[in-house]
C-alpha cells in the first residue's frame, strides 16, 4: 500500500475537518471531479441534493504527481497528523470560468474570486477520516454538529432560530434576536471566527 503526508494550512484543516464532523453533511470526502462540476453548474450533488459550493483540496501540480498513486495520504496540519485522505481523484478546473458561474463574477477583487486563483490548480477528491483535532484560538467555544443537537434535546428546544454573524451582535442584531425568542424555543448564534475576526 502507498502511503504519502501532505501539508494542509488552516483553511484546508477547516474545510477537512469540517467534512469530518457533519458540518459539511452529506459530504464525506473532498468533491471528487463530478462532484465538483456539479455543484459548480448546477449547485446541486451528482444524486440532486443542494449544496451550494464546490469544496476541494487543492495541491500542487507536484502533489498530484506524487498522489497519483497513493491509496492514503495522511493530512497534517501544525505537525501532526489530523487525518487521512484517500484519494479517488486529481482534476484541474478553469478557475476564471469556475468564479463566474459560483460568484457571477471573474473579477479579483470580488473575495471568492480572489481566494479561488490563490489556491492551488490541482484538486483532489477523496473520503476523509479526523485522526486528531487541532487547538485553535476557538476551540473552547466550538460544537460539532452532533454536540449541538444534543444540547437542543437536552434543553427540551423542539423549534430554533438560528443566527450567523461575522461581527459583534449590534442593537438591531439584538432586537432582530429578540423577537425570534418570542417565536422559538431557543438561540442558536454561530459567529464565523478565526480568519478574519478575532
Not at 501532526?80 to 469556475?98: A, Q, W
Not at 485553535?136 to 454536540?147: A, G, K
Not at 423549534?159 to 442584531?173: D, E, K, L
Not at 424555543?185 to 464565523?192: A, K
Request: aromatic share 8%; proline share 5%; hydrophobic share 40%.
Amino acid at each position: 500500500m502507498t502511503s504519502l503526508t501532505l501539508q494542509i494550512n488552516q483553511r484546508q484543516y477547516l474545510e477537512f475537518r469540517n467534512i469530518a464532523i457533519g458540518s459539511f453533511a452529506p459530504l464525506t470526502g473532498f468533491m471528487d471531479d463530478e462532484e465538483f462540476q456539479s455543484v459548480v453548474e448546477s449547485m446541486r450533488l451528482p444524486d440532486g441534493q443542494v449544496f451550494p459550493l464546490p469544496v476541494a483540496l487543492d495541491i500542487t501540480m507536484e502533489q498530484a504527481k506524487e498522489m497519483g498513486h497513493a491509496e492514503k495520504v495522511g493530512l497534517v496540519f501544525q505537525n501532526r497528523k489530523v487525518g487521512e485522505l484517500e484519494p479517488t481523484g486529481i482534476f484541474t478546473c478553469d478557475k476564471s470560468s469556475v468564479a463566474e458561474q459560483v460568484f457571477g463574477t471573474n473579477d479579483e477583487s470580488h473575495p471568492g474570486v480572489s481566494h479561488l486563483m490563490r489556491m492551488g490548480d490541482h484538486f483532489v477528491g477523496g473520503p476523509v477520516r479526523l485522526l486528531e483535532d487541532a487547538v485553535l484560538d476557538f476551540s473552547d467555544y466550538d460544537l460539532t454538529p452532533e454536540q449541538t443537537r444534543s444540547k437542543f434535546k437536552k434543553n427540551g428546544w423542539t423549534t430554533i432560530v438560528g443566527f450567523q454573524t461575522r461581527n459583534v451582535p449590534h442593537r438591531a442584531h439584538e432586537y432582530l434576536l429578540r423577537l425570534a425568542l418570542e417565536q422559538a424555543d431557543g438561540l442558536f448564534v454561530q459567529p464565523l471566527v478565526g480568519i478574519r475576526k478575532r
